[in-house]
């Protein structure tokens, strides 16, 4: 396999723990009847969790990013991307600000395969790291996000926290057939005699921050997709966007029961503004 940078002190003090227990039991770690489990098995590997503040900002991670799996040439059709971007807690709230996320999973079988996340410091960034390293420990996949029991308080979360949409979203690429793909992918693709892009944004946000990538589109807000749905040209590709992605799940899951065949534009403008940043 392709190596990868860690951070050191976690792995180092279970390697340490595993040394120690050769030392004093007498064996290699290796699962001998009789020993309790934590003793037994040994060094289980690192995921790779890491955590790090600039400034205001703090950014965690655990697993392989994208990147990592674009440098190994890593088949895109073994993975899928799929980006949120959720307040820390309800907006009605004081203080609410967002969260970024990325969750790579298997396309196969759901297996998680790595996330990353950004947000303000204060809002509890390192914590879904924390809650999606320990979901790969134990082996859930990442539709399995959905049902996992977080804390909820509007002070600091809402009922569905930002793993738990990330896991629903999941489960509708697997078990519905739902497409996705990212901006960047979009845009290295994207042909305008060939591909529709459907913006399901409000027309003030369309006059307001201008359309994805400049690529040509078909703006129809969301309250009015069923009504004006025979606008939809079907013989093309059908990619949907929005400004966050959560309104493009919506419509694509909406045409998706109508018996289209759309492609979700993960992320949304929000991640193509963070890929131009990006450069």
Wanted: contains cysteine; neutral net charge; charged residues 20%.
């Amino acid at each position: 396999g392709k190596r990868w940078a860690v951070a050191l002190a976690g792995p180092a003090n279970r390697q340490g723990r595993v040394a120690a227990t050769a030392i004093a039991l007498g064996h290699g770690g290796e699962g001998e009847p009789g020993q309790p489990t934590g003793l037994a098995q040994g060094y289980r590997g690192t995921l790779g969790a890491a955590v790090v503040r600039a400034f205001d900002v703090v950014v965690a991670s655990v697993g392989v990013s994208e990147r990592f799996l674009e440098r190994s040439h890593a088949d895109e059709g073994e993975y899928v991307v799929l980006c949120g971007h959720h307040n820390q807690h309800p907006g009605y709230m004081p203080g609410a600000s967002k969260l970024h996320t990325k969750l790579i999973m298997a396309s196969g079988d759901g297996r998680i395969l790595g996330f990353q996340v950004a947000g303000a410091e204060g809002a509890a960034v390192e914590k879904r790291a924390d809650v999606v390293a320990t979901a790969m420990l134990a082996g859930l996949s990442a539709p399995e996000l959905a049902d996992v029991e977080l804390t909820y308080c509007p002070l600091v979360n809402g009922p569905r926290d930002p793993v738990n949409m990330l896991g629903m979203m999941a489960s509708n690429v697997l078990e519905l057939g739902l497409r996705v793909i990212t901006p960047k992918r979009l845009l290295q693709r994207f042909s305008s005699a060939k591909c529709t892009l459907l913006d399901v944004r409000s027309l003030a946000e369309v006059e307001r921050t201008g359309r994805l990538g400049g690529l040509q589109t078909l703006h129809i807000p969301l309250p009015e997709l069923r009504e004006r749905l025979h606008q939809v040209p079907t013989a093309k590709d059908l990619f949907v966007s929005c400004q966050s992605g959560q309104r493009a799940y919506i419509a694509a899951c909406m045409l998706k029961h109508m018996g289209l065949e759309p492609t979700l534009v993960t992320g949304s403008f929000l991640s193509y503004e963070m890929l131009s940043r990006d450069g």
